[in-house]
């Protein structure tokens, strides 16, 4: 509020204090609190006219702001404390005045008293009793008039609790105690915790920081069995050479023995093998190896006991999160009563006869979404009795039952809960919409658009199609409050609508806000989490369609009888353009649908689905309306949670389509920093070493550990240049370059074979099979860097 009076031109402060006033304004009514409903009423009306330039705001106006304001706040702490409240009738008097005067603000109650005091001096041949008893009786109805006392039953107050965080600074948990001290007696005998809200979202978002740093452990764990392969690989690596060295030695003993016995009758054999120097180095390397077994084997039974103390923690966590989620739980029963109650005072003010069916009213839903989410549905019930359920007149003469209905289902959907209201009213205006979107500048009077498109236009701030302004409708503040409220939780309104048929909201919600199940997917440099629930499904499309798709030679992907224009992600978000690299034969493709649209958007990469913790990003990023939180992944980075359906349901034409010009996203001539390389060596030593020479060269790397890695990550990706050791387990180098050679889609791709075999037999063996160069253990850097420049000189030409 001292934001507002500080700078009362300010549009968008202005259209916060009226999205709240009408909010207390609707709880008010519902609640049968009508003095504080009008208060609310016609200080929004005031804001409005400020805003309209038909009022000018001045000192005097904006300080009976305050009082307005003021008066508000303890109108409800009064219903809170005792169920009491007391009326404000001179001060709704006063801003009725002002806004009729253009602003202008007078005591009417100063004037109202002067009156008074004259028609006592004309009383004065009264005697002095009745003179007083006069004085006490009018001014006792004169503090009736500004401040009489109204009680509020107790269904009246928890209706009406909920707003009291709008207008005040209490916390959630000083609200808890206070309508815990005025809980049933019965209710108190009961064995309950009464836990404060705060603790509660607390303990939860601990649980939740404890799932992130598991995920890291998980993550380290995964890193260590890693490194214990590759150790195992070694190891039996270091045992085959040194079968070999033993073989070697023993024939190398036998034929010094044979010589020398040639020469020397009396030589014993036995006495060589005690002093042979090689036959102890090789015994000593035996039992080296034997050690590393050994340490390995130990290294192995202590990760395997991590993994299964991994598993049991993620079972008390997940256990444990479970058990404080439900916690948080409220049956939406207790909505119920209140929900009825605005459809039947509403449908009596506007004289129409109405009824409200709630199907799944014994489903739960999280206490915080619950709470936020009673306004928004407040306002869609009284939407559909003013906008949509016909007169008795209309309806008689449509074929309609006189009264009418408006449908409630509380559902569940995956990790989603579903709100579904139904009417069988008349449906949307299009035609008033579309009219009233053209007066507002939101759309061009020849556009043509579809209906789901114009419908999305109620949500917009400011519209309605209402001529006539009320305190039920005709501000265009309602619709804005729902859909803001939603998108804040992380959900998704649809609307459908059938002219004579009625119209339909369907709300999807997180049925939690803490921890959700979502999809890690890359995007150039960055990392988004997608929910599960807004994805209908994740693809491949070969480099083929994308082509197809792209050039225009269809119109796009084709998916379970849908078809599915296909879109960047970067694009779409504005950040990034697509490069499709040379190597890349697969890209992956989000599914997406919001109402009738569906895309499909292309990323970088999928790195897998996991259970994330939601974290606030604040003010400044969570006004992004495609940015719903944040999250902290187990190497410590933090992506952004994406509200896809929201990219998907912005102005579908505005969507920017990928590029008609195929070459500018395959260039043909690669550069030094977009090469990618393949390392193929079943040596960890060399795979280090040579991947940390070539990024240092800003080059990709990807690193195989023989040729049957190699054979299925070219499946995948194919490199623009492959480093190709000859000795290696499984598949040895020169089969990895038959193999390549004999594939059509592989042929071309260039190898240097760099190996400790630098006899001619196997250099000529190598050239034979088609290898493009061949280096020996040790090599220069500059010699494989002058190898590489000229191989991709000789590839570009």
């Known amino acids: 509020m001292s934001k507002w009076t500080a700078s009362p031109s300010d549009r968008d402060l202005s259209a916060d204090l009226q999205r709240t006033l009408h909010t207390l304004k609707g709880g008010a009514r519902l609640s049968g609190l009508t003095a504080v409903g009008d208060l609310a009423h016609v200080f929004e009306e005031l804001l409005m006219a400020i805003d309209n330039e038909r009022v000018k705001p001045n000192p005097e106006l904006l300080s009976m702001s305050h009082q ?64 007083t008893g006069q004085d006490e009786k009018q001014e006792s109805d004169e503090v009736h008039a500004d401040k009489d006392e109204v009680p509020a039953d107790k269904s009246e107050k928890q209706a009406v609790e909920h707003l009291t965080e709008a207008f005040s600074s209490k916390p959630a948990a000083e609200l808890a105690r206070k309508k ?5 007696p019965d209710q108190q005998r009961q064995e309950q915790v009464r836990v404060q809200s705060g603790l509660l979202d607390s303990l ?80 000593s390397l035996n039992e080296t190896v034997s050690d590393l077994i050994s340490i390995k084997e130990a290294l192995t039974d202590q990760n395997k006991e991590t993994e299964t103390l991994l598993l049991q923690q993620s079972r008390v966590t997940t256990d444990l999160q479970d058990g404080l989620l439900r916690t948080r739980m409220v049956s939406f ?42 306004a928004p549905l407040e306002h869609i019930l009284r939407n559909a009795l003013s906008h949509g359920i016909e007169s008795r007149e209309k309806r008689l003469k449509a074929g309609k039952p006189e009264m009418g209905t408006v449908h409630l289902e509380l559902g569940r959907e995956g990790t989603d809960v579903l ?23 939101l759309m061009d009077a020849d556009t043509t658009i579809s209906d789901q498109d114009l419908m999305q236009f109620i949500l917009e701030p400011g519209f309605s199609t209402v001529s006539e302004i009320s305190q039920i409708a005709g501000r265009g503040v309602g619709m804005d409050v729902v859909a803001s409220e939603i998108k804040q939780l992380g959900g998704s309104l649809e609307i459908f609508s059938r002219k004579g048929k009625g119209s339909t909201f369907v709300i999807r919600l997180p049925f939690t806000l803490a921890i959700v199940d979502a999809l890690l997917i890359n995007v150039g440099e960055d990392i988004y989490a997608i929910p599960n629930t807004s994805i209908e499904g994740v693809v491949r499309i070969s480099r083929d369609e994308l082509v197809s798709v792209v050039s225009g030679q269809s119109e796009g992907y084709e998916y379970a009888g849908h078809n599915y224009p296909v879109r960047y992600f970067g694009t779409v978000l504005n950040q990034a353009s697509p490069v499709w690299a040379e190597n890349e034969r697969w890209f992956p493709l989000m599914l997406i649908r919001a109402g009738d649209h569906r895309l499909a958007l292309q990323v970088d990469s999928l790195l897998g689905g996991r259970q994330i913790v939601v974290k606030s990003v604040g003010r400044q990023l969570s006004a992004v309306r495609w940015i719903t939180g944040g999250t902290i992944l187990p190497d410590g980075r933090v992506a952004l949670i994406a509200d896809v359906n929201a990219l998907v349901r912005m102005d579908f034409a505005s969507l920017v389509a990928m590029p008609d010009d195929i070459g500018s996203l395959v260039s043909e001539k ?49 490199p623009d240049i492959m480093l190709l050791d000859i000795e290696m387990p499984r598949m040895d180098g020169y089969e990895v370059a038959r193999h390549i050679r004999n594939s059509p889609e592989l042929k071309a791709l260039p190898i240097i074979m760099i190996t400790s075999r630098t006899g001619e037999k196997h250099r000529d063996r190598a050239i034979e099979l088609g290898v493009n160069r061949y280096l020996g253990k040790p090599y220069q850097e500059t010699d494989l860097l002058e190898n590489f420049h000229s191989l991709l000189a000789e590839e570009s030409v």
């Open 333 to 374: 029963s207790n909505q119920v009563p209140r929900l009825q109650r605005v459809v039947r005072q509403t449908a009596q003010q506007l004289k129409k006869k109405a009824q409200l069916e709630i199907v799944g009213a014994e489903g739960e839903m999280d206490h915080s979404i619950m709470g936020r989410m009673v």
């Open 68 to 131: 307005v304001v003021d008066r508000l706040l303890e109108q409800i702490e009064g219903i809170e404390k005792n169920g009491r409240y007391q009326r404000a009738d001179a001060l709704v008097e006063q801003l009725n005045y002002a806004l009729q005067n253009g602003g202008k603000v007078v005591d009417l109650q100063a004037e109202k008293k002067s009156a008074d005091d004259e028609k006592k001096k004309s009383a004065s041949l009264l005697t002095e009793s009745t003179v």
């Open 180 to 184: 815990a001290a005025q809980s049933k």
């Open 204 to 283: 939860v978002n601990n649980a939740g920081e404890v799932s992130i740093y598991r995920a890291r452990l998980e993550a380290h764990n995964g890193a260590s069995n890693f490194n214990l392969n590759e150790l195992e690989q070694v190891v039996e690596r270091l045992r085959i050479q040194l079968r070999n060295l033993d073989i070697e030695t023993e024939a190398q003993i036998l034929s010094r023995y044979e010589q020398e016995r040639a020469d020397n009758d009396d030589f014993d054999p036995l006495e060589m093998d005690r002093f042979s120097t090689m036959q102890q180095l090789s015994r």
């Open 670 to 718: 690669r550069k030094s920093d977009e090469i990618t390389v393949m390392v193929v060596d079943d040596s960890i030593t060399v795979r280090k070493v040579t991947t940390r020479l070539l990024e240092r060269h800003n080059m990709n790397v990807i690193t195989a550990k023989d040729g049957v890695d190699a054979v299925a990550q070219l499946q995948e990706v194919v």
């Open 419 to 441: 709100l579904t209201i139904a009417d069988d009213g008349a449906g949307l205006n299009l035609k008033a919409i579309r009219k009233k979107a053209i007066e507002r500048n």
